[in-house]
């Protein structure tokens, strides 16, 4: 079997640096890594390649299987080696590892919106997010805290007419009490990250990954 010595050109450098995603056996996204990282994993016999064909048909390739399939169907995203061309894998299945890493959602206002599917929790009506605030329900200057529990989306009518007062106060009601979300088995992926269309049905792509602090709104 060829070795992966072979993979140490410097023109290959931008290829071999490219992310690959990494799904547990569960088929679950649970990191990203590069193609480098990639290649080894495959060579050591600890993932297969994940090729998604027609239909969403996915197959699965070994190392020797892939090499075989890069000489057969040759694709432009490819890396040389000393004999041969392989194509660039774009999703590994790890063949040992099936769990989901421990996590929790990060406390950011895309978070938030998510959690509270763009709907204003005192009225109860959907709005677009620029349309949309961060109320915190017992008011900062009463001592409330900024977390989950505390912090829900209000349209602007409903975040005036509440001011720096409780609910109760207002008569106003919220709609579902405010909770911290479970988290996702998806990979979290920040702005400015180069995805690959095969990652699609594995992924949940995420915006506004500023954590959030007491200085929230």
């Known amino acids: 079997m060829p070795q992966l010595t072979c993979f140490a ?3 290959m450098n931008s ?4 992310p690959v995603l990494v799904l547990n056996r569960l088929w679950q ?20 390649v994940v090729l998604n064909g027609n239909d969403n048909d996915f197959r699965t390739f070994s190392f020797g299987e892939w090499t075989d399939f890069s000489r057969t169907e040759p694709h432009s995203e490819s890396i040389g080696t000393v004999s041969f061309r392989v194509r660039v894998p774009r999703v590994i299945l790890l063949m040992v590892y099936d769990r989901v ?16 599917k763009n709907t204003c929790q005192y009225c109860g009506k959907s709005f677009d997010r620029s349309e949309l605030n961060l109320d915190h329900v017992v008011p900062k200057n009463r001592g409330g805290p900024t977390n989950w529990e505390n912090i829900v989306c209000s349209c602007i009518r409903c ?25 996702r088995p998806f990979v ?21 990954n500023v954590e959030l602090g007491e200085g929230a709104d």
């Open 9 to 11: 050109s410097v023109s």
């Open 15 to 18: 290829s071999l640096n490219q």
């Open 29 to 48: 996204a649970v990191n990203v890594c590069s193609v480098r990282r990639a290649m080894s994993l495959l060579f050591q016999g600890h993932a297969q």
């Open 101 to 116: 890493p421990r996590k929790e959602v990060k406390f950011t206002r895309h978070n938030i919106y998510e959690r509270d």
């Open 159 to 183: 975040n005036t007419r509440k001011g720096h007062h409780t609910p109760r106060e207002c008569g106003m009601h919220l709609i579902r009490a405010p909770k911290r979300p479970k988290w």
């Open 188 to 208: 979290q992926v920040t702005f400015g990250m180069r995805t690959h269309e095969s990652w699609k049905h594995f992924i949940d792509v995420a915006y506004w």
